[in-house]
């Protein structure tokens, strides 16, 4: 009971949105290990169906770029993640893959990701690559 107690307190000390991105990112990892070119869902948005077409960079800036397949069409969106900060932004997006990843006349700020969200699910995607990909290195 002592180490429980322990835990719950180290527990309610710990950062809640840090929290939930690496609950998210463990989702990705175990349920869905996805790689490139196969598609994948994401709870929050149901009618979709995603395929990362490219991932890479760094932990510090990750692109990801995803294709969707839905009711309303096809779209593209290129991401760029900040896995340590858990911030994202987007850097392209578009009918055409082409569109989505044409060099941006601007680029957004970097923001949080909202819990639950297309981008916060995509995001542990695109960092849980990059864990595997470290770890596969060691």
Known sequence: KTQWRRNICLFTEVDMRGFVF???????????AVEIGQPFTVPSDPNGRYTVISL????????IVTKR??????????????????????????ETL??????????????????????AYI???ACAGMFRKLTSAK
């Open 22 to 32: 690496f609950a998210l990112l463990a989702v990705a990892v175990t349920a869905q």
């Open 56 to 63: 890479d960079g760094t932990l510090k800036s990750r692109f």
């Open 69 to 94: 397949d839905g009711k309303s069409g096809v779209s593209f969106a290129k991401r760029e993640y900040n896995c340590d900060t858990q911030d994202f932004r987007y850097v392209g997006e578009g």
């Open 98 to 119: 082409e569109s989505a990843t044409a060099k941006p006349k601007s680029i957004g700020k970097f923001s949080g990701v909202t819990d639950g969200s297309t981008s």
């Open 123 to 125: 995001g542990g995607v």
